[in-house]
């Protein structure tokens, strides 16, 4: 089976970015990763690829007249790394319809919530306030729709009382942590696809909300 490669878009610190890196390290993923793309210049997942030895490419908005213009540079930046899956990991920007559509089922997002469940920003503060009970991170396939595409897997933490936005965001990074790189791993492994408007594991097609860490 052919090594995966792969092309992680980011925006910020990169600590999913560190995760993959790491997993692809210990071999737990059968690829490697061929670039880390960035909008933003003090992206520090791009100082995180460097020590990797992976290399760079900084394509910031600011430099384009329009959405539209800057994603279809994207596109022709992520196609010259030649990848088989495109990992979203902290990338903050809606995407248009004609890059979604030019990778999918070979793109993959990760949302601080239970999806459906709290598409968009904020989401730790809007489970407190909704005074849920447990709260999560979903990785899932990306589409049209922001935040809306087949959920792959999810895994939930209990809100406590005394939890804060921040706190429960740190507890919630630890899972992504962990299921973000086993997503990885089950594409990388032929594993996992993309059918018609649901993730497909092991031949199986999954839930509405995926399947559930741990299993």
Request: hydrophobic share 40%.
């Amino acid at each position: 089976m052919a090594p995966t490669r792969l092309v992680v878009l980011i925006s910020g610190s990169g600590s999913n970015l560190q995760a993959i890196i790491d997993a692809c390290e210990r071999g737990e993923i059968n690829g490697h990763i061929a670039a880390v793309i960035s909008n933003k210049a003090d992206a520090y997942g791009l100082e995180r690829a460097k020590q990797a030895g992976i290399a760079t490419k900084l394509l910031s908005h600011k430099d384009f007249d329009s959405r539209e213009a800057y994603d279809a540079q994207l596109m022709n930046v992520i196609d010259s790394f030649m990848p088989n899956l495109v990992v979203l990991a902290g990338f903050m920007r809606i995407l248009t319809p004609s890059l979604v559509q030019k990778y999918v089922g070979k793109m993959l997002n990760i949302h601080p919530s239970l999806l459906p469940k709290y598409q968009g920003l904020n989401t730790h503060q809007r489970a407190i306030d909704a005074k849920d009970d447990v709260h999560g991170v979903s990785v899932h396939f990306v589409t049209e729709e922001l935040d809306g595409g087949p959920v792959i897997l999810q895994a939930q933490i209990p809100v406590l009382k005394d939890d804060t936005a921040e706190t429960l965001a740190k507890r919630v990074h630890e899972q992504e942590h962990i299921i973000y790189p086993l997503v990885v791993k089950w594409f990388s492994e032929q594993r996992l696809t993309m059918e018609a408007d649901y993730a497909v594991l092991d031949e199986k097609q999954l839930p509405a909300h995926g399947a559930h860490y741990p299993q």
